[in-house]
Each structure stands twice: as C-alpha cells, then as structure tokens.
C-alpha cells in the first residue's frame, strides 16, 4: 500500500523560531492534507492543497505541493508555544475506496518559551 | 456547519469487560465513518469504516466490532477488552478527500 514519511520525527525550537517538515510518498498524491493535533484532541485539517506546486496560507502556516506530486512541505512563520502538538500529513489512498486516507506517523513539535 | 460528538470522553475498564463507544455526527447526510485508533507511538490506524447504514469494512483483524444503526450515527464495541485494546479511540466523517475528527475517546484497560 502507499506510505507517506514524515520528516523529521520530532523538532525542539525556540519560540520565535521558524519551522520546517515536509512528507514523501514513493507514489503519486492527487490531494495532500496538513492536520494538526493538539494534545489529548482530535486531529484538525489545517491546510489541503489540491494541484501540484500550489502554495496555500492559513495565517502563520503555508504547505506547498510538490510538483513532483511525490512531496509536500509545511512552514510554521514564528512559533509559539501553541503550536506544540504532532503534526501529520495526509492524502487519498489510491488503493481502495476514494474515501480512505494515508498518513504519515506525524512530526511532534515542541516550543520551548 | 457540521460537528462530530464522541463519548465518552475517558473510559477505564478492567480487562475482559465489554466495551461501546458512539459517535454522532450533526448537520450532514449519508455521511462516510470512520474509527481509528492511536497508539502511545501516535500513529493513525484505522480500525473500520463505513459508506452507509449497515455496511462496515474492517480494516483490521481484532476482538473489536462496529455498527452503524442509523445515518449517522458509528458505535465501536467489544465483547471483551484485552490489554492491548488501550489507546486513543478517533472517530471521523469524510468529504471526498478530506476527513474531519472528533474529540477522541481515552481508553484505558487494566
């Protein structure tokens, strides 16, 4: 089946400073997803990018999608202490149902004040 | 707008007890369902699925079950709980190409 790795693992950083993860696939990903989880929650959808090379917002985050369709970025512009949480990656699986979704094993941010 | 409820929030139960967790979902129809459940590891895995009343597919091979009595509406059951079966129980509504979650249910089984 299609895996999505996540990279990297974990970050520790310093409130202020930016950030980086980013997801690869070994196939081609028509959709890739950005959730966000907060501890003791639920996964939230915080960007979906929908056509390879698109550059979306959402305040202080940006995702980009790779043109190779194979790759997807998130940045985090000056971070704060709540934005720890485990960040994961996500697109439709290709391999059954249309509703079905692949994800990364997620990236746990931490943001030491 | 649509919002998805899940209960109970926490649950400790002793190994070999049944289990039922629901999830309800509001302001949509025909929704398709999902359980996952999370591992300390934190991984997404999903346990079952479904694309209407009465239809469930299983993921994976376990002690748990699921039912969909009514539209929306997706309950996760066990007869009895292993140890094992501890973990961060999700369940989800889709869009075709995204999924949005609920708030989770914390099992505990000692």
């Known amino acids: 089946g299609q895996q999505l790795n996540q990279s990297p693992q974990s970050m520790f950083i310093q409130e202020g400073e930016d950030v980086s993860m980013n997801c690869t696939s070994s196939s081609i990903f028509n959709t890739w997803l950005w959730y966000k989880q907060d501890p003791g929650e639920g996964p939230v959808l915080l960007i979906a990018?929908?056509?390879?090379?698109e550059l979306t917002s959402n305040g202080r985050l940006t995702a980009q999608f790779g043109i190779t369709r194979k790759d997807s970025f998130l940045n985090i512009s000056a971070s704060i202490p709540s934005d720890v949480g485990i960040y994961f990656c996500a697109g439709p699986d290709s391999g059954g149902s249309n509703y079905k979704l692949t994800f990364g094993k997620g990236t746990l941010l931490t943001v030491n004040p | 707008s649509q919002t998805i409820h899940q209960w109970p929030a926490t649950l400790v139960q002793p190994v070999g007890s049944p289990l039922s967790l629901e999830c309800t979902v509001e302001g949509t129809s025909n929704p398709n369902l999902y359980w996952y459940r999370q591992a300390a590891g934190r991984g997404l895995q999903l346990l079952f699925y479904?694309?209407?009343?009465?239809?469930i597919s299983s993921e994976v091979p376990q002690n748990l079950s699921a039912s969909r009595p009514q539209d929306r509406q997706f309950i996760l059951s066990s007869k009895k709980l292993l140890l094992s079966d501890s973990g961060f129980y999700l369940c989800?509504?889709?869009?075709?190409?995204?999924?949005?979650f609920g708030p989770g249910t914390r099992l505990t089984v000692t």
């Open positions: 989800a509504w889709s869009l075709p190409g995204r999924q949005y």
């Open positions: 990018l929908y056509k390879a090379g």
């Open positions: 479904s694309v209407g009343i009465g239809q």
